[in-house]
């Protein structure tokens, strides 16, 4: 009957077991340092795909709450966090160097429409375009440079903060059979070695080496195995993130220059300047008149 059978040869510690007090030294230092592998391969992938589950959820929560804004600084102002989304790192250091650059660099722009007209809606103009022209502190294009290199670094800093830990998983899989497969070569080396010395190549004499120096590859390929499909699938995940990171970034920049970068070509920006310094000395005129100077009295001789 099936039941009666005993698969413990093939899946029970009996076989591992009898291979492993048979290694040689060789091989059971080649067996140790496989597990010290596992144990670092299998703490990376059990950290990172957590890590990754946290990115993924909080991303969401990220991107649905900024789509529902059109000020680039809204979330910001408001004080949310999203904690463990790469976009949300990304966009602090950004929108931290807008706020920077307006602050110490700022330049006045003329308000096309009122904010006023923000909140009641106009249905010919896209809400963006209204709030574009109703900004009045801007920054010029020198200032929009230096915000999309924090963008650009703040990216990178994202993705390899997503890569850390992930040599750890492409050197067991690269790894863990080719340092299994020495043990075996040399526990083999050995085996054949000692068989030599006794002048015995019977099975019974040879078996014993053989399946302690097998037991090396074996654990190799049970470390190589999991980190290769756990490697496969995020390496997947991080693309799919930085991709995402980088559109995003681009997203910001274009959305940062729309709303707060002051695009004025200089001709309409001394055109603006010359009516604002015409209409102060209009008004200082009148309220500060000019007194009559006293006319001199002519008579007639």
């Not at 497969?181 to 010395?197: D, N, P, Q, R, Y």
């Amino acid at each position: 009957m099936i039941t009666s059978l005993s698969l413990s040869p093939i899946f029970a510690s009996g076989a591992l077991q009898f291979a492993f007090e048979k290694a040689t030294i060789e091989g059971k230092i080649t067996i140790g340092c496989l597990i010290a592998l596992s144990l670092f391969s299998w703490t990376v992938i059990i950290t990172k795909i957590r890590q990754l589950i946290i990115a993924r959820r909080a991303a969401k929560k990220f991107f649905d709450a900024y789509n529902a804004s059109r000020d680039p600084l809204e979330l910001r102002r408001a004080g949310t966090e999203f904690d463990g989304a790469p976009a949300y790192q990304l966009y602090i250091r950004g929108v931290d160097e807008l706020a920077y650059q307006l602050k110490n660099n700022p330049v006045q722009a003329r308000a096309v429409i009122k904010p006023s007209h923000v909140r009641g809606g106009d249905e010919s103009l896209d809400n963006t375009d209204i709030l574009a022209k109703s900004v009045t502190t801007k920054i010029n294009p020198a200032s929009f440079e230096a915000v999309k290199v924090v963008l650009e670094e703040a990216a990178g800093n994202e993705a390899m903060e997503l890569e850390k830990g992930m040599i750890v998983l492409s050197t067991a899989v690269a790894g863990g059979p080719f340092i299994g497969l020495l043990g075996t070569v040399w526990g083999v080396m050995e085996t054949f070695s000692g068989i030599a010395k006794a002048a015995s190549a019977s099975l019974t004499a040879m078996a014993p080496g053989v399946a302690g120096a097998l037991i090396a590859t074996v654990v190799g390929l049970m470390v190589a195995i999991p980190a290769m499909f756990g490697y496969n699938f995020m390496v997947t995940t991080i693309r799919h993130i930085t991709q995402e990171l980088d559109g995003f970034a681009s997203r910001l920049a274009n959305q940062i220059e729309h709303v707060y970068v002051d695009n004025r070509p200089l001709s309409e920006e001394l055109k603006i300047a010359n009516e604002d310094l015409a209409s102060q000395i209009v008004q200082a005129l009148r309220e500060n008149p000019p007194a009559q100077a006293d006319r001199p009295e002519y008579t007639n001789v």
